[in-house]
């Protein structure tokens, strides 16, 4: 499965971005799909998920932002409403078939990755 992140951009705080991930090569419905950030010198984390258990958010970002997949078209979508300067970061989506409930937000349980998009939020 290929992966392409497109979106992103520069913003300021309290306004809204989209990010979208393009997915190519495999049967896309069977994928759990998620995003995930890693801000500069911080560890990459766990922003959101779909799939067959459903949607996931990460505490932080939770009544924010909305995952959402067309399985037609191949896309997951991340749209970001009232940003905060703390959701700087590059955005990453990530697929995986083997996900279960407990691995969801675990990076190291998506076997794709894409080359992510930077989100900036200015203060």
């Known amino acids: 499965v290929q992966l392409q992140a497109s979106g992103g951009g520069w913003v300021q705080a309290g306004g809204s971005l989209r990010v979208s991930c393009a997915a190519s090569?495999?049967?896309?419905?069977?994928?759990?799909m998620a995003w995930f950030r890693q801000a500069p010198g911080k560890e990459r984390e766990f922003v959101a998920a779909?799939?067959?258990?459903?949607?996931n958010y990460a505490d932080s970002v939770k009544g924010r932002f909305i995952i959402s997949r067309d399985n037609l078209a191949n896309i997951v979508d991340l749209q970001m409403n009232s940003l905060k300067p703390e959701d700087t970061a590059h955005y990453y989506c990530?697929?995986?078939?083997?996900?279960?409930?407990?691995?969801?937000?675990?990076?190291?349980?998506?076997?794709?990755w894409g080359q992510g998009t930077q989100v900036t939020v200015s203060s």
């Open positions: 090569g495999g049967t896309f419905s069977r994928y759990t």
């Open positions: 779909i799939g067959r258990h459903g949607m």
């Open positions: 990530a697929a995986s078939s083997t996900i279960i409930l407990s691995n969801r937000r675990v990076a190291g349980a998506y076997s794709y």
